[in-house]
């Protein structure tokens, strides 16, 4: 089973050009699916339609999220589908299986005011000038573009010159989108690139390699990784005085959304900003409009104060 997963995983990394953290995603959820059946003597090729609705209902019993077994079965479907195709099954089990489907949450975001006091705080975090000239345009082009996290610490350096006005981004599945940027992330990332350049030319003279990343690390990725994005945004809330368990970088990319849609902003501009493949995906960030706007009623008419 662990060779049919590694097959599986290799092929939508090549033929689909599926998104690294989406092929680990989907090993990890293999994975389990292969040790839930291995437990009960079965494999992927003889396993029915039957298993892999008692191990839905296991993930269910373990107190699973309706998302990730959402995602689990989407990762099973993909890889029955890829075993019908390359002919190790005759069949697809998992073709007619109903998903639990995905909660339709509101999502969290931040006030105007506070995201200018994180972007305020990130230009003073950090122990050296580099530093906070890395974290004041990291933040800057967060909030300006409502990049994604991953697309946006592993931004091409050659993506950034030129003082543009318009940044090339590539998004899940290699799509690529252009985002503009305002004049203040344009003010950080030049700031920053003159920065970086000169640590990069002192690296070079050092013997060391030139990175081609805007944000470089000395890392395996070559980048900074997500996780330490993560964690830095949290010591830029506190310095901010915003709660961390507020702040994460897609709570980010939350508030660019809702106080573009607040400032009139199109629902359709907004999906392609932030590379949505659908725009029922954009819409919930209607509702977050309603709600504010539901509540301004309730706090401000004179009927509902009476």
């Known amino acids: 089973m662990q060779r049919r997963i590694r097959a599986f995983l290799e092929a939508q990394a090549a033929e689909l050009g599926a998104a690294r953290n989406t092929v680990l995603a989907y090993g990890r959820d293999l994975k389990d699916f292969a040790a839930w059946l291995d437990g009960r003597g079965l494999d992927f090729e003889s396993a029915g339609r039957q298993d892999i609705e008692a191990y839905l209902v296991h993930c269910e019993a373990q107190g699973f999220s309706r998302a990730t077994r959402a995602r689990r079965l989407s990762a099973i479907r993909q890889l029955y589908r890829h075993a019908f195709e390359e002919g190790w099954r005759g069949d697809n089990p998992a073709l007619r299986i109903t998903g639990p489907g995905r909660e339709r949450r509101l999502p969290k975001t931040l006030s105007e005011e506070e995201v200018g006091r994180l972007l305020e705080a990130a ?22 573009t409502g990049m994604r996290v991953s697309e946006l610490v592993s931004l091409p350096v050659s993506a950034a010159r030129g003082d543009p006005r318009m940044l090339l981004v590539r998004g899940k599945g290699g799509k690529e989108r252009m985002v503009p940027l305002s004049a203040p992330a344009r003010e950080a990332l030049a700031a920053w690139l003159q920065a970086r350049d000169a640590a990069q030319a002192q690296a070079r003279r050092e013997g060391g390699q030139e990175s081609r990343f805007l944000f470089p690390s000395g890392g395996r990725s070559g980048h900074l990784t ?46 392609l900003m932030l590379g949505h493949a659908d725009l029922s995906t954009t819409e919930i960030y209607t509702h977050v409009l309603e709600e504010r706007l539901r509540r301004l009623v309730l706090e401000n008419h004179p009927l509902a104060r009476g």
């Open 123 to 144: 230009g003073r975090t950090g122990r050296r000038a580099t530093e906070r000239l890395r974290n004041a345009c990291l933040m800057e082009l967060l909030y300006a």
């Open 226 to 271: 997500r996780h330490r994005f993560y964690a830095l945004v949290k010591e830029i809330a506190v310095n901010a005085g915003v709660s961390p368990a507020k702040v994460t970088p897609h709570t980010l990319r939350h508030a660019f959304a809702t106080h573009l849609l607040a400032g009139g902003a199109d629902l359709r501009a907004i999906q």
